[in-house]
């Protein structure tokens, strides 16, 4: 009797198996948007896109919104450390809790994301954004869009060459290589969903 249930619950684990994976929301168009302080997603199915770049205490124009929009159909999670209640009166050092929860925050989106935008605007310095760019420009999650007149346009442009960076010269150039990057990263994103079903099974 032991060896027939053993065969028979065999047989149903092999069926289960043989069939393609239930359909989960990593599969599933549809894009999250999650914007500091909310906590990281902890599944990491879906492609990881974070937007850094000009943000100047909210003065820079929101070229963080028009992506987000055009990326509104894809299977993604957008890192966005822009955010609308961002108070200038907290103060940029390390003892002040709303300051730090921000630069943490930020920092661990960064080594987090399968993908790096980095905006300079024209208008603007972006200190914060010059810095993130130099502390992942070896790794090849960068796409960098560094607008004519930028203040330090020729050192972005010097850097990108010398370690293979993708630059872009439009926003619409933008959008398109941050799609293009998701859509190679989804295939991967699907098969650890297959992997995560079947191992349910066992």
């Not at 069939?19 to 302080?37: F, I, K, Y």
């Not at 070229?63 to 955010?83: G, K, S, Y």
Request: with cysteine.
């Amino acid at each position: 009797m032991v060896s027939k249930i053993s065969a028979t619950a065999a047989a149903v684990i092999g069926a289960l198996l043989a069939q393609p994976a239930v359909a989960t929301d990593a599969d599933r168009p549809g894009l999250t948007v999650v914007t500091s302080p909310q906590p990281l997603p902890a599944d990491r199915r879906a492609a990881t896109v974070f937007l850094g770049g000009s943000i100047d205490m909210g003065k820079a124009p929101d070229w963080q919104r028009e992506v987000i929009e055009a990326l509104t159909d894809e299977n993604a999670v957008i890192l966005n450390p822009r955010r609308a209640d961002w108070n200038p009166a907290w103060r940029p050092v390390a003892d002040d809790p709303n300051f730090r929860t921000q630069v943490e925050w930020e920092l661990s989106a960064l080594e987090s994301a399968d993908v790096i935008v980095i905006f300079l605007a024209s208008g603007s310095q972006s200190p914060i954004s010059l810095l993130e760019l130099g502390l992942h420009a070896r790794e090849g999650r960068l796409v960098v869009y560094c607008q004519k007149g930028y203040w330090r346009e020729g050192n972005v442009d010097i850097t990108a060459a010398r370690y293979g960076i993708r630059t872009v010269s439009s926003v619409d150039e933008l959008i398109g290589e941050v799609r293009a990057r998701i859509r190679r990263l989804r295939p991967r994103s699907s098969a650890r969903a297959r992997r995560g079903a079947h191992q349910t099974v066992r």
